[in-house]
């Protein structure tokens, strides 16, 4: 068993270092030492993986609403995808330090924390989309859906770290 670094329920590695793991097929793991592009692109891609699979009932919903003007729900919940998927890969890739802690890096994938991402992302994408368009009526501005979702997106994201690193303290147990 590795020795566990840093807080609980965060990986702290990818944000150290400029090594990520590669899987070469059939079993095999190693780890292979990525220029910035290259550790950008592999943390994109784990991250929009994350946020996509573990939000598509939220996504599927906001999918078959009907079609609106460009800043109704479905370009809320849009832009508040894209915005999670780029903070959480500077995150993950240390080059954005997560709020209200000192340790920099995203969420392990441990099984309390894959449930936390589930009800967080999808309650981020309900507040973003719905919540935007809701903010557009009440100020009377269209585009305020957007520059809300943004804002719930980006701050959401960049409070996850914290928040999945409690749940671990809290569920620590259960791992």
Known sequence: MERQRGPPGRETDAADSTERRIWYGYGTLG????????????????????????????????HILPPGVWYDATGAALVAWILMTLVGTLIRGGWVHPLATDTPGWVTLSPWLLVLRVLYFNGTFVVAAFGGVLAGAVVGWAPAAILWAAGIAVGSTLLFPRIGEETARRFGRYY
């Open 31 to 62: 780890r292979a030492e990525k220029d910035p592009l290259g550790m950008f692109l592999q943390d994109i891609i784990r991250i929009y993986g994350e946020v996509t699979v573990l939000s598509l009932p939220i996504l599927l919903l906001v």
